[in-house]
Each structure stands twice: as C-alpha cells, then as structure tokens.
C-alpha cells in the first residue's frame, strides 16, 4: 500500500511537467540539402518563436515642431548612436544620439554639395557619408566635419540606384530594364540589372537581373508609332528588392517565400524559404484600399475621390497577393522580411519574418503601427513614422531579446 500511495504521489508531481512538456511547441530543424553547390535551406516554422521584440515607446523622435523633417525622409547611424538624416532629398542633417541637430549639408541644385534627390545614404569607415542622387548619378562624400570630400559620377545609365555598400568602399548599384519599341500594354513586370562598383565609380561587375516591380502600362500609338506611355502601380502587385550582407548580395524577388544570397561576382550561394499560403485579392480588399487611399488624400484634394475609385477599379489585378512587400538587411546579416501588409484598418502592427545568415527561419517580431524600417541595427530599429497631421518623423525603437 506504501508503495501505492508513493507512486501515486510521484506521477502527480510529474503531472504538471509532464503537461507542460505536452503544451511546448514542436519546432522543425530546417531541411538543408546541396543542389549543385546552392545551399538550400527550408523552414517548416520559426526556430526561436518570440526571440525579438520591439518596445513600443521610441527612444528617439525627430520632427514635428521642435525639427521639421520634409518626406522623402532616409537615414543612417553611426556606431556611436549619432544619425545622418537626408530630408525632401536635397539635404542632410547630423544629430547626436538624443536628436539634437549638429550640422547639415546641401541644398536644391546640380553644382558640387548640391542634390537634386537623394535616394541612397550610407556611412563609410572614418566617419564619412556617402549620398547617392538619383536625378544626377552622382556620389557625394562628405567627412565628418560636414565638408565636401569629393563626388563620383555614375553616368552610365545602368547605375540609376544604390543598394546597398560592400566592404572597401564599393557599391552595388542597379537600373530598371525593359521599354523601347517592343513596349507591351497591359500587366507587366520589369527587372533590374545589379553591378558591383568600385569605389571611383570602375571595377564593374554584373551580378544578375533580377524581378522588379509589377506595373500597369497603357500605351497610346498613332500611325504604327507610340505617343505616349503611362506606367502605373498595380494594387496588390509585387516588387523585388535587393540588400547587401558584407559581400553578400540579398535578393528577395517576391515570387514565393524566398531569399536568395548571391556572391559579388553572381554565383548563388543560398537559397532560403519557408510555407506561403496564396490567395487572391478580393471585392473586400479592393474596396478596404480604395477607402484607404481615399482618406489619404491630402487637405483640399478631396475632389479627386472619384478619380481614385475608378483608377483602382480599372487597373488589372494579379492572380495572387505577394508573399511579402518590404525586407530590410540587419547589421548582422539577419533578414527581415514583412509578410504581405495590405490594405486594412489603422493601428495593425506588421508582422516580419527574419531568416538567420545560415537562411533559417529564425523567428517573427512585430513592429509598431505606421513605423516603416530604414535600419535594423545591433540594438535599435530606425524608421519613418507620420503624425495625425500628416508631418513625417524619424523614430528609434529599442529591440529587446527575449535570451
């Protein structure tokens, strides 16, 4: 009976153990295999659920009254948590790591300092700021006192953008492909040609064409010959984007849940991905983001609700709604990919899916409301936030760890 009454007590004390261990969630290695030299790595889920959390309340917010920030907004941050701020695209601004303006560089114009739009901001070793325009193709560096180091002209027209900086003071820069003649009406979609550049501007090199945007091309033709072409953006279409890990050249096309590593040179190294489930957009969603582009019209352009209606209803439609429409490379090397948003009701927070460098699946984190990430860094997650009255912000976020 003694032994009975031992043994029962011991499984109820193993009882609530033994439920816990029933209750924990089952997580799958990612398969990895070698298909002619590529890794290929597949997650079936998150290898660290709930490993990365960002705080609500920012750290750090620039504009409004106290320093007004003009949209286009991009930036960058140093080591030492100061941030160079590149606003309307003509100018930047140096603010220490509480917010307070510096210095600033630049103006409206096409002669040496100037800029006539900024599409690209980085920061090289000592300290020294590389701005790409995109209207003239040019790089500007400018060291750290907020003097002119030198420009570097990348008039050839297959250098339209910056992606991303590659050790030694490269580059990886792209242009859009596609037009001319042959120009086709209807749903399409374009790719862009990426390169690696030297720090002068020399020592090209291809690294591949990848997918770009999905538009809407309406083309006008009179005696055999086109007049006009009109590119629109497609609701709920897909767009690529491309990023830089050290070397690496990251490259998330959007066809499926996937990111592609490549070498400099165009060799695949890794290919990673995890289970998307498609669907096609519907009556609701159509009408969820003609309402949201209709209350985002700006004061005094109400009168143009109309015309925003029937402009989304006449454009096409793809098939599917993208896996995802926005990644962002993390300073060590993590991808963060955010699954498709959509149209939808203010206040949701956007859920991103971040692959490890070995191209796990490693977790997924949520970001605030209305936050969209220019820079995920070892501690904080930079991005650009807009007000209720419509004023554009930079805001930092703390990225707390879970172990």
Known sequence: MAIGTHLIRGLLALAPFMAARAQAPVVRAPVVRDSAGVRVVTSAAPRSPGLYRIEPKPVLDMGGADEELIAPLLAARFPDGR???????????????????????????????????????????????????????????????????????????????????????????????????????????????????????????????????????????????????????????????????????VVAPADRYEIRRYAPGGKLLQVASRPFKTEAPTSADLDQLIRDRVASLPPGQEGAADRVRQSVRDTPLPKTKPPYDAMVVRSNGEVWVRDFFGPGPAGRAPRWTVFDRTGAWLTTVDTPPGVEPLTVGADLLLGTWTDPDGVPHVRAYRIARSR
Do not use: H
């Open 83 to 249: 941030l160079v701020v590149a606003t309307e695209g003509a100018e930047l601004r140096w603010y220490d790591a509480a917010g307070k303006k510096l210095r600033s560089f630049g103006r409206k114009g096409g002669g040496p300092g100037e800029f006539q739009r900024i599409t690209f901001v980085g920061i090289l070793s000592g300290d020294t700021v590389v701005a790409f325009d995109g209207g003239a193709r040019r790089l500007t560096l400018v060291g750290p006192g907020g003097k002119l180091v030198r420009t570097v002209s990348l008039a050839n027209p297959a250098r339209r953008s910056i992606a991303g900086l590659l050790p030694r003071g490269g580059f990886l820069a792209g242009s859009p492909t596609g037009g001319g003649a042959d120009v086709q009406a209807g749903l399409t979609r374009d790719t862009t040609r990426w390169l690696t550049i030297g720090p002068a501007g020399d020592s090209v090199a291809a690294v591949g064409r990848f997918p770009g945007s999905e538009r809407n091309i309406m083309v006008t033709r009179a005696n055999g010959q086109i007049t006009s072409i009109n590119i629109s953006n497609v609701p709920f279409g897909r767009t690529g984007f491309v990023g830089v890990d050290d070397s690496v050249v």
